[in-house]
C-alpha cells in the first residue's frame, strides 16, 4: 500500500481479496502496510487490485505458467521427435541432438544434397524452410507445399525427422500432414493464434525466443501450447535484441541455466540465426553445449554464396563435421549424449498418417 | 573489403555485381578498398556479396523500403477513416484525432456508456477490443462478433467511426464486414501474414510498433501492407521495451520526428499502453501532439476498478475531457487541428456494406 | 519461500530477520509461504537473506533513496542557479530554464557570439564545454581552465548563470571556482567519487541520467549528491540507448512523469544529445516541455560546420529562437514559466568569490 | 548524398575532402550519389562532413580503434600478471586463467583462508575489493588501505598475483603500490580519465565491459589505455543488461568470438556478477571457456550467508572445486591450458618495489 493509505483503502482491499476467494494476510508496519493474498490466482483479479485506491503496487509471487513450470515436473521431460519412417530421436535430460539442414528449401536437389552431407557428419535431426518470415515483401518467400513434399521424401530415405516452420494459422494442417515436428519463429513468439493450433495437434514443436522476450513470456506461450494438450514443446534460444553491432543477435547464454530452473522443457540453441555469419557460429555453438543444451540447430550449405536465404551464416560440410566432433566431446563433460536414438520401426508399420507423432516420455 | 583483400577478390566480387545487372564503381585507398554498387537493388543480392570471400562489408545505402517511404511522396498522407453512417475523419498532415473507448468491450451496455462520454469530450473514433491478445492463455480473451457487433452499432448510432483489433488472419473476412479501420498489436507487427491480409482489404490499418522494433523495421512492416496496395496505413507508437522498470513500456518520443522524416505516412500515439497506469497518461498524451503526432489513442473506462482488461491504465471521463482541452490547445501551437471532420453523408445512402472504405485523400 | 520449504528454514528466516532488529510477518498459504520483515531497512541484509536456504526471492517495498524521495519532500523543489554578477535562474516547480551555448568552448571569440545570440533568443543559463568526455582517445578533449575563464567574463558580463561539465574528482576544486552550476555526464551518472565530490560543494549539480539506467539508479545517483548536503541537484534525461538506429538516443519522455512521481527534483530535458541532428531538436523540445519538464538544454552554433565536435546537432539561432516562442506557448499550456528570472544583485556587493552559489528554495 | 542532392552540394563535400588532405572518390549512381574519402582517418572530420547540406549519412569503414585491433597485432597478445614473490601468470592465446576470492575484503582472516581455499581449487590469481562501488551511498564501501595491505601480503605469502578494483583516479598511485592487476568497473568502462591514469602505470588492466557498451565501445576504452603505453589490457565480459529479468544480467556469449575476431586482446568471464546468484555460475563460466575465453574470474566464500557484499553469488568452495576440474577439460577439448603458470623468481631477487609489473609477451 502507499505510505500515507488510509484505514478505509486497507479494509477495501481485504473486502476485494476476500470476495474473489482468497486469504488477506495484513503486515501493518511502521513505514509501509503490505497485504498477502493466498489463494488460486485465477480468482485473483491482480488489475483490478491494483487499480483500487491507495495500493502502491501488486507483486505475484506465483509463476503465471503452470504446466511449464518445474514445479508441475521436477524431472526433465523429454521429448520424442519422429518414428514411422524415420529413427525416433530424443530431446530432453541427458539426449542432445544436432539438428540440421538449409536455410531454405530451394529445390529437390539441394536439399537431398545437404541432407545427406549433415547427416554423415552427425546430425539427426532434418530441417529446412518451406514457408520463410521475411522482414521485407520484396525478398524470397520460400516454395510452400513442394518444399514439404521434398522435406518428407528425403527425410523417409534417409530415416531422420523433419522439422520446418509454420508462420500462419492456416497453414498448420498442411504442414502438420508433412513434419515431425513444427517450428514457431522468434516473431511469432507471442502469436497466440499459431500457438493454440499447433497446441492442439500431437506434433513436437521447436519455440524459438522472441528477439526481446524474458525467459518468463517464453514459458507462457509454451503455456499456451501445453494448455491445449500438446506436451511436446523443445524450447529454442537463438539470440536477443541487445546494443551489440557486430553481430546480429547476443545469444543469451544465461538462459539455458535460468529456463532449467523454472522450468523441466528440453532447450536447444541456434547460433545461425544469432551469429549471422559462420564465423562466430562454432563459438556460440560449443557454449551451448556446456552451458547444459539439449542440442543445436545449425545451417549447413555446400556453397553458401549461391543460397537463397542466409548464406552467410551457412556452415560449410567440413567445418560443421568438425564442431560436432567438439559437441560431442564437451557433451561427454557435461553429461549429454548426442548418441541415443532409437531405429526406426518397420517401415511397413510405418506410413506418413501420424505414428511419428509426438511422445513425451 | 577485408584490409588483406588480394586482386583475384576484388576482381570476383565486380563481376558479381556486374553479373546482377548493377554497375561496380571501386574505390581503391591505401588501407581500405570499397566497391559500390549502382543499379536496381531488386537485383542485388547482399547476402551473397556478404558471402563472397574478402568482403569485409555490405551496407545498402537505399532504403529498404519503397512506397512507405518520404522519397516516393514528399508531401504527409492524409488517411480517411469511416463513412456510411458514421462521419469521416482525418488523419495525417495538419489533421490529428482522437480515438478513444474500452481495452475491451465487455458488454453492450459499458460499450455504450463509454462511447458517449468519450464523443461528448471531444474523441472522434471509438475503439474497443473483440479480440484480446493476452501473455497468459488463462486470461479473458474477448466476446468476439458479439462485440464487433455491438461496436458497429454504436459507431453507427454516434456517427463515430469504430476501429477493433485483429490478430490471426482467419479473423480479417469476419472484421472487415464489421469495422471502420484494422488495428494490428505490437506482437504482431512482424506477422507478415497478417499483414498481407489486411493489405487485401480496402479498410484503414492502425499498425503498431513492435515491442522491440525500429522505425526501419514498422516501416517495412507497413510496406508489406502498402505493397498489396491498400494505401490506409496510420502508424501507432505505442512504447518499447527499454530497462526502465518504474512503467510499463517507454514512449519512443524520437519516433515522431523520424518517421516523419523518413516516411509520409501519419503517426499518432498510445498513451495508455505505454503508461499502464493512468497516472503518467496526460503527460504522455500532451508530448506526443506537441512532437507532432497525428492524434492518440486513449483508453476510458467510468469504472477502471471493474474493468476486465487493464482497469489501471484507463482515464476516469472527466480527467480525459480536461486532457482533450489541453491536447487542442497545443496542436494550435504546432498547426495541427482536432476538429476537421466531415459530416455523414446521408444516410439513405449509407449502410454497413462498404461505404465507410479507407480513401487516402 | 521455495514451495517445498521446511520448517526448519521458515524459522531460520524468522530468526534472521529478528536478530537484524526487524520484526517478522508470517503468511502462511497452501501454495507458497511468504515472510514480510518490517523495520529499518538500514538494518536489513537483503543479500544474507536471500542467500538463506529456502528463500526464493526477497522483494524490497521500500525505496531504496531517501532525500530524493517524492515522499522525503511532498512539494517541488526549486533549485536557485547563479547570483552574484549574475541573474539568480529558478528551475522547479513552475519555473523553467533555457540552457544552451556551444558544445565545447572553442575560443573566447566564439563563445562570446554564441552567448549573445542564445541570451537574445531568450536562454538564461550559459553552457559550454572545458573538459569533453570523447569515446574515442584520438578526439579533441577540450581547452580546460581557459575555457572555465572565458565563460566565467563571459556569464558575468551577459548576467548570465554558467554551466559545465566535471568528468574527474580532481578538477571539482578547479571547475567549482568558476562555474554556477555542474554538469555530470551520462557516463559518470555512477562514478560516484564525483557525486561525493560534488555533493560537498555548494553549487547546484545537473545531473544526466546515465544511457542504460532507470529512474531508480537516477534518484540513487542523486542520493549520492544530497547525502552530502548538496541540496542543488536537477535531473537531466538525456535519451537513453535503444534499439533505434535512425536516432542517436531515444530521449524517454516517460521519465518526465515517472520522475515527478517519484522524486521532488527537478528535470530538464536535452534534445541535442538525445537527437545528434539538428532536424529532430525542436520536436523533442517541444515534447519535453509538454510532458512537463523544467526546461531544456540546447546547443547553438553559427556555424555548426565549423564546430570542433558534435556540429551536426548544434541548431541554428534563428530557428532556436523560433523554437523558444513555441516553448513559451507550451509552457502556457501547461502551467510553466520562462520567464522568472531574479535581476542580478548589485555589482558593487557581487564578485566572483561565491555568491552565487545553490539555493533550493 | 541525400537523393535530390544539387551538384554544388557534390563540389563541396569533394572540396572539404580535399582540405582535410584525403582522396575523394565519386560514385554517382541513377538513385543515390556516393563519395567515398581514402586517407587517414585523424585529419577526416566526420562531424563535420555530416553537416554538410546534402549528406545524408557518413559511414566509416576504418575501425576507430588502431592499438587494441586484430590488424595491428594479428597474434594474440598474452598477458603475464604478477613476478617478483608470486608466480607469473600467463592469460591469453591458449594460456588461461582462474581468478577467485571473495567480493569485498572483510577482514584479514577472512581473506586468507578464502584465499587458500580457492588456491587449493586451482586458482592461480587472488581478488578481492577494497573500495567498493555501490549504487546506493547507504551500502558498506569497503576496507580501503588496509585491505589493500592484506591482499598483498595474502598474495606474497601464497605467491598469487592480486587484482583489486580502482575506482577514481586519485586512488591509482595508491593501489598501484600494492597490486599486481588493477580492475577497472564495468561502471568506470567510460571514465576516460581513470582510463589514462592506469594507462600510465605498468600494471596489467582488467577492462569490464559496460552494462550497455558495444565490443566497439569496450575497444576503444581498452585503446585510451593501450596509447598511454600499457600494453596488458584484459578485456573482461561480465554480462550486460537486457530485458530478462529473472537474472542480474546477461552474459554476451557472442563476445568472445567477436572480440577475438576484432581485437588481438586476451578475454575473460565473470560469471559472479552475471549471474547474481551461485546457482546460475558454473553453466555460464563453463559456457565461457567452451566459447574460447582465457579464463574466468569467480567470486567464492565459506560462509556466503555471512558476507557483507553479494553473499548469494559466491560459490562455496566444494563445488568451485569440481567446477574446476571441468573448465580444464573443457581447455582440453578446445585448446585452452590452465596449468602454465611460472614460478616466482627467487625472493632475493623480488621485493614489492615493481618486480611484478606487466609484461604482454
Excluded at 6 to 26: D, F, K, N, Q, Y
Excluded at 35 to 50: K, R
Amino acid at each position: 500500500m502507499q505510505s500515507n493509505v488510509s484505514p478505509e483503502h486497507i479494509e477495501r482491499v481485504i473486502a476485494e481479496i476476500t470476495r474473489m476467494g482468497c486469504t488477506p494476510h495484513l503486515s501493518a508496519g511502521r513505514f509501509k502496510t503490505i497485504i498477502g493474498a493466498v489463494g488460486e490466482e485465477a480468482n485473483l483479479d491482480q488489475s483490478h487490485l491494483a487499480s483500487l485506491d491507495g495500493v502502491e503496487n501488486v507483486v505475484p509471487v506465483m509463476k503465471p505458467y503452470k504446466l511449464a513450470s518445474r514445479d508441475f515436473s521436477p524431472d526433465d521431460s523429454i521429448v520424442s521427435v519422429g518414428g514411422g519412417l524415420t529413427r525416433k530421436i530424443l530431446i530432453g535430460g541427458a539426449h542432445a541432438a544436432v539438428i540440421s539442414g538449409p536455410c531454405a528449401v530451394e529445390n529437390e536437389e539441394m536439399l537431398r544434397r545437404i541432407a545427406v552431407l549433415v547427416k554423415d557428419a552427425g546430425a539427426t535431426i532434418l530441417r529446412g524452410g518451406a514457408f520463410k518470415p521475411r522482414t521485407s515483401p520484396y525478398s524470397f518467400q520460400g516454395h510452400g507445399e513442394d518444399a514439404l513434399r521434398w522435406m518428407r521424401s528425403c527425410g523417409d530415405d534417409l530415416a531422420m525427422p523433419i522439422c520446418t516452420e509454420v508462420m500462419d494459422t492456416r497453414q498448420v494442417e498442411l504442414i502438420e500432414r508433412y513434419t515431425d515436428m513444427f517450428q514457431i519463429g522468434a516473431r511469432n513468439m507471442q502469436n497466440f493464434d499459431l500457438l493454440r493450433e499447433v497446441g492442439k495437434t500431437r506434433k513436437p514443436v521447436l519455440l524459438k525466443r522472441g528477439l526481446a522476450a524474458t525467459v518468463k513470456d517464453w514459458l507462457l506461450s509454451a503455456e499456451y501450447i501445453l494448455s491445449m494438450g500438446n506436451r511436446g514443446v523443445i524450447l529454442c534460444e537463438r539470440g536477443i535484441k541487445t546494443f551489440e553491432d557486430s553481430i546480429r543477435y547476443s545469444l543469451d547464454i544465461t538462459s539455458i541455466s535460468v529456463a532449467q530452473h523454472l522450468s523441466h522443457l528440453p532447450i536447444i540453441v541456434d547460433p545461425s540465426h544469432c551469429a549471422g555469419v559462420r564465423q562466430h557460429v562454432p563459438s556460440v555453438a560449443l557454449a551451448g553445449i556446456a552451458a547444459g543444451a539439449h542440442g543445436v540447430i545449425i545451417e549447413v550449405h555446400y556453397r553458401p554464396s549461391e543460397a537463397q536465404c542466409d548464406g552467410p551464416q551457412a556452415m560449410l560440410p567440413e567445418s560443421f563435421a568438425e564442431l560436432i566432433l567438439k559437441l560431442r566431446q564437451i557433451g561427454d563433460v557435461v553429461g549429454k549424449s548426442f548418441g541415443d536414438t532409437q531405429q526406426p520401426a518397420s517401415t511397413a508399420a510405418g506410413g506418413k498418417s501420424g505414428l511419428w507423432g509426438a511422445t513425451v516420455e
